[in-house]
């Protein structure tokens, strides 16, 4: 795919990708920008470090999937509407948009909203290892996605990555057959979560052309807290405040301090100064960091059978041929 420029936003910031974010064009092509205060290299490290306790710390929670994503994204929304707030322009570039950027960014939120319904749900029914691992094939459903709605068509080197990614997940899913229907399950629901993370990107990409960063997240952000909380209000066996403990909400705060916070605006700092692929090919170290935090804490100690470590092996190379062949 050809690295386009792409214009500023009104508002004079280059928008840019968060978390584990797809390859998408990379916004400021060969324009120059000022110097990076932090250096993007730490900002990254910082940042995979931070996704990687995300499945291991939902292991340390008992409550359901959807309060955990829903607690996560109103903490996170709660700091950005301070840092919005905070920042000389204020809520003013949300006053410029469209009827249909404020639709894009809903359908953008619900579908974020649903990714983390589905991926934290999976880690209840099969390995922190294999839900990371299958999540982070999300950068190749967008490449299938990017054909199918936007006519950009994969390179050779995007399907040979592909079919082995596919390889590996199909590796992985013959591994958890021993583990009963349940793990088969699991791996179903953190597949879902890369599709619906990919979508996300992929309906995303017109508003980041458009937004600042903060002003784009934390409308985004705001949708899919809002979807959580209607889900959670039309489930009876959801509680929104009561019957947690305070190890629940301290796993929220961290989830929301940690990967939110740090991992995704991590990745999003880095993007103004690297190329989109390269932070793409940073966050796959988060697969292997949840492993290993899940493997080594005593509290979880989840040890990754042979078909986790040949399959995730396979899902990372093919991920990374499909990047590379960009």
Known sequence: MRM???????????????????ALPRAGGAGSVDPPPIPPALALGVAVLAFSWAGPL???????????ALWRLLFSVAFLALVVSWRREGWRPLAALSGRDWLLAGGAGVLLALHFWSWIASIEFTTVASSVILVSTQPLFVA???????????????????????????????????????????????????????????????????MDLWSYVTVVYGAAALTLLLLVGGHPGVSLVRGYETTDWL????????????????????????????????????????????????????????????????????????????
């Open 58 to 68: 939902v292991r340390f929670t008992e409550a359901p999937a959807l309060a955990i």
């Open 144 to 210: 299938l996605l990017s054909a199918l709605l936007l006519r950009e068509h994969p390179t050779r080197g995007e399907w040979v990555g592909l079919g082995v990614a596919v390889a590996g997940a199909a590796w992985i899913g013959w591994g958890d057959l021993a583990h009963g229907r349940s793990a088969i399950l699991g791996d179903a629901m953190a597949l879902g979560a890369a599709l619906l993370a990919a979508g996300y990107y992929i309906v995303g990409r017109a508003l980041r052309r458009k």
């Open 4 to 22: 386009d420029r792409v214009p500023d936003s009104p508002q004079g910031k280059r928008p840019r990708g968060e978390g584990s974010a797809p």
């Open 251 to 326: 796993v929220f705060l961290a989830l929301a301090a940690g990967p939110m916070m740090l991992g995704h605006t991590g990745v999003n700092y880095a993007l103004r100064y690297v190329r989109a692929y390269l932070a793409n090919l940073a966050t796959l170290g988060e697969p292997i960091g949840a492993t290993l935090i899940a493997w080594l804490l005593p509290a979880i100690a989840e040890t990754p059978d042979l078909s986790t470590l040949v399959g995730g092996g396979l899902i990372l190379l093919g991920v990374a041929i499909a990047l590379r062949g960009r």
